[in-house]
């Protein structure tokens, strides 16, 4: 079994930690956060995480970007989708994050 990369790891550890730091400003974080979803790629998962990962960023840019009248992209497909969700989804979202890197870190054999 191949393992995940070490850079999601370290990269999934910055935007585990600011998310976890206040899971009830989770929706504010996400979108402030939202450039992880296009720097980690389901490559850096293992075959085993990576449909995790690659679910997790489906779900968060569902809704796509919002456009002006002229058709512009006035806000990215994440920062879109993520204003339109629950308080509730978002801090769901962040577990889902949270409990994805706990299974990378295994994987990785890191203690804590």
């Known amino acids: 079994m191949n393992k995940s990369n070490i850079f999601v790891y370290i990269e999934l550890s910055k935007l585990v930690s600011s998310l976890t730091a206040n899971v009830l400003l989770s929706k504010e974080i996400l979108k402030s956060q939202a450039g992880y979803f296009n720097i980690i790629t389901g490559k850096?998962?293992?075959?085993?995480?990576?449909?995790?990962?690659?679910?997790?960023?489906s779900e968060l840019k569902e809704k796509g970007p919002q456009k002006d009248q002229e058709g512009k992209i006035k806000t990215n497909a994440f920062i879109n989708?993520?204003?339109?969700?629950?308080?509730?989804e978002c801090i769901d979202m962040v577990f889902r994050i949270t409990a994805l890197y706990e299974?990378?870190?295994l994987e990785l054999e890191f203690p804590d």
Do not use: G, H, N, R
């Not at 850096?44 to 960023?57: T, V």
């Open 44 to 57: 850096y998962f293992s075959d085993a995480l990576c449909p995790e990962w690659e679910s997790i960023a």
């Open 81 to 88: 989708t993520i204003d339109q969700m629950s308080q509730q």
């Open 103 to 105: 299974k990378v870190k």
